[in-house]
């Protein structure tokens, strides 16, 4: 039985919360911290009543180092799971470190003013988390986070090399409401009109923004339309995975999402830069932000089912020549809410931070440094994805994606 403290307390810290504590012999003391400490209390109400486990709260601004390494040293856990934003990434590493604790995150760094998701900020801590005996886990959620460690399941049982990776992302959801993100809107905006990459021959090759549609039938969804966007762990895995020709990241959107965000774009409103409003500066993505709904609010009214998967396309390892996999998991709105109050986005995320965290804890999955989800033996986490609400299937294809 292990203590962890979880920082951040929205949609996906509520689900990995509640995860944690369904899995009390592994997770015996949970500690939960975030800006605001009423959101923590809510997790703790909420967890006391589905599972009976008490959850201690606590108020913490994570950007304050000093603060930070207080409560790591109060709290004395074996583990930090950071599931606030990507902006507080690099300081809860360096209380990580200054406190002499392990650390583990959903997402990769980004600096408030750019929106640039790499990894070479979180990855230039490595020689100091190795130097002091900890691990760092990076990108434990579902994109990234599964959709690595699917992609290295399909390499250990099924292909010997990948050529050609395609990640399918599609939220199958509706939420009722004329436009909300289903997880933390500055992020999702800014990840959404970031302009496109895609790793082909050895490079990344950057397209505008939604320039590349394609409609594609899913699983108990159906056809939608998804764009070829970046997302962070295509960097990870043409780290780890050197041979493959291409990859590429797809997402659904519906036509109103994109019409709204189109509107929001060409006035303004998705600026990440300050602009003087009545005397004072005011980031206008941070203001719409503020105004849209929050996305533990929509537990409650999305319907449907998420879709996300892996297509890989390689040389078989059974010599069998080249075969094409795809290995997905799908996800009800509805279920998701009725085990945690949270829907499936947050759900598919807050699930696998567990799993990533139970690895950690169970010493499954041990190193010494920084490391991505592609450099740990993916069997132990997916037998975890199947136990604890996500079940996979892998399929094969007739043949390479014609997209
Ligand atoms: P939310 O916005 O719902 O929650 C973020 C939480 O972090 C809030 O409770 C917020 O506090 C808290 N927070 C923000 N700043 C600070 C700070 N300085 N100190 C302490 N706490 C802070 O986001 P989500 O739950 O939707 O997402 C959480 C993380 O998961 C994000 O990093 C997101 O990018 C990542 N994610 C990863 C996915 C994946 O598949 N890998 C998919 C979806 C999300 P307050 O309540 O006061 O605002």
Redesign the pocket.
Known sequence: MSTVLV????????VCVHKMAMNADIFGDIHL????KS?CDNIAASVKERTGQDVATYE????EVPAMVNLIRKVGPSLVVN??????DLPIMDACLEAGVSYL???NYEPKDEARFEYHWQWAYHDRFKDAGLMALL????????TSVFTMWLKKHKLKSIRQLDILDCNGGDHGQAFATN??P??NIREVTAPARHWENGEFVETPAMGKKVEFDFEAVGPKNMYMMYHEELESLAKFNPEMERARFWMTFGDEYIKHLTVLQNVGMTRIDPVKYQGKEIIPLQFLAAVLP???SLGETTKGNTNIGVIATGEALDGSGEKTFYINNICSHEAAYEETGNQA??Y??GV?AMIGSAMMLTSKWTGEGVFNMEEMDPDPFMDMLNAHGLPWQVKELDGPVGF
């Open positions: 920082i951040g307390a929205g949609g996906v810290s509520s911290a975030s800006r605001t959101k913490i601004d994570a950007e599931l606030a934003l990507p902006y507080q995150d959903t997402a990108g434990s959620g579902f994109d990234p986070g599964v997880f933390n500055e992020i929050k996305p533990e986005v947050s598919t995320t696998p």
